[in-house]
């Protein structure tokens, strides 16, 4: 008969196993994996921390909240890693996560990028602060429900017309500059 | 719709032209700030500036979302370990509890044979108790017998001394009495 702590250790295991699969999969699904670590290095730190902090307090309550900033500080640590680490130059600017699956920018689009960039941050720069931030977390690829927890916005439909109006105004603001025309 | 891929053939994306705008910042964020942004939890002080934080980096944009995303997870997984940790905890207890049982039981035939014992003990002891006063009245008696002896003795001494000659003189007087009467 298997010794009772055993049973423990191979359920607790497996439970890690499972966590740490799913921690590795979002990791590659987010692209972090291009910000120079290695999702299965920081998948194997995330369950070590867990299993360390699990031996520390046995008795104490293990919440979900908890285990959400073990996965933060880990990754955040590596990303600091990582920045350390690059004395080779980054990625290049096509390679970022946010142009993933565009098409390679060849030198005279990069030169029109940059200055449309300064444009943008330009306009972004003139839009009051209360409808910068929804527009900034909108462009950085959050939901209107995620907008509104985020920004403290009641709801998601709230969050919904401060990001839409917040557009159309950059939009003009932008063509107004001269910087042309621009989609979502 | 899909915001990173946004990218008509006279219209430039917003959303990719920002994250490249935004790409070389990565702002002190610590783990905390960002797993409460990812939890909507940021304490109302803090609320604007890792918001704004957030939405100036692309990278910890990616990873609150990440985080987002992975909460179900982290939630079972909790409920898992402390399911675990109960069933485990409830074993120990039932354990602890069978030995508990188990040394009631010995406790109690302990507690039996403790009790004989002093039984035996007060037994014997009485037992020896009573044995010693019946014995020392045998003695008591047999000195007091042998006292008795010795004032019978003595009241024998007496008796053959005193008093038993006094009725012989007597008896002596009156059969001269009856004689000296009747002559």
Redesign the interface.
């Known amino acids: 008969m298997a010794n009772?702590?055993d049973l423990?250790q191979a359920?607790?295991e497996a439970?890690?196993r499972?966590?740490g699969a799913?921690?590795q999969a979002?990791?590659l699904?987010?692209?972090?994996d291009k910000?120079g670590i290695d999702p299965a290095d920081v998948e194997q730190e995330v369950r070590i921390r867990l299993w360390r902090a699990?031996e520390r307090d046995?008795?104490g309550?293990?919440?979900?909240?908890?285990?959400?900033?073990v996965?933060?500080?880990t990754?955040?640590?590596a990303?600091r890693r990582a920045?350390v680490r690059a004395a080779e130059p980054l990625p290049d600017?096509d390679e970022?996560?946010?142009?993933?699956?565009?098409?390679p920018v060849g030198p005279d689009r990069r030169a029109g990028?940059v200055e449309?960039?300064q444009g943008?941050?330009r306009c972004l720069a003139e839009i009051p602060?209360r409808r910068r931030?929804p527009i900034?977390?909108?462009?950085?690829?959050?939901a209107l429900q995620?907008i509104a927890?985020?920004?403290?916005i009641p709801s998601a439909e709230a969050a919904r017309k401060l990001v839409s109006r917040g557009?159309e105004e950059?939009?003009v603001r932008l063509r107004e500059l001269g910087y042309?025309?621009?989609?979502? | 719709?899909n915001?990173?891929?946004?990218?008509?053939m006279?219209?430039?994306?917003?959303?990719?032209?920002?994250?490249?705008?935004?790409?070389a910042n990565?702002p002190a964020?610590?783990?905390?700030d960002?797993?409460a942004?990812?939890?909507?939890?940021?304490a109302?002080d803090r609320?604007?500036a890792?918001?704004?934080a957030?939405?100036?980096s692309?990278?910890h944009?990616?990873?609150?979302?990440?985080?987002?995303?992975?909460?179900t997870?982290?939630?079972?997984?909790?409920f898992?370990?402390?399911r675990?940790?109960r069933?485990?905890?409830h074993?120990r207890h039932e354990r602890s509890d069978r030995r508990i049982a188990t040394g009631r039981r010995y406790g109690q035939v302990t507690r039996w044979a403790t009790a004989m014992a002093a039984c035996l003990v007060a037994v014997v002891g009485f037992w020896t108790q009573r044995h010693v006063q019946t014995e020392s009245p045998r003695a008591h008696a047999v000195a007091k017998a042998d006292r008795i002896f010795t004032s019978r003795d003595t009241i024998s001494h007496l008796t053959m001394d005193g008093p038993r000659s006094k009725p012989s003189v007597e008896g002596d007087r009156l059969f001269r009495d009856d004689f000296s009467g009747g002559g």
């Open positions: 009772p702590a423990v359920r607790l439970l890690f499972t966590y799913k921690v979002l990791l699904t987010y692209g972090l910000h699990l046995r008795s309550a293990f919440h979900a909240s908890y285990i959400q900033r996965v933060a500080s990754v955040i640590d990303l920045e600017e970022e996560p946010g142009s993933v699956g565009e098409a990028d449309q960039m943008l941050a602060e931030l900034t977390l909108h462009l950085q690829g959050f995620e927890d985020l920004a403290g557009l950059l939009k042309g025309e621009f989609d979502e | 719709m915001w990173d891929t946004v990218n008509s006279n219209k430039t994306s917003l959303s990719a032209l920002y994250r490249r705008l935004t790409s990565a964020l610590d783990a905390e960002i797993a942004a990812a939890d909507g939890t940021l109302d609320r604007d890792v918001a704004g957030i939405a100036a692309p990278v944009a990616r990873v609150v979302r990440m985080l987002r995303e992975l909460r997870d982290s939630e079972a997984l909790a898992g370990i402390a675990t940790e069933d485990a905890a074993r």
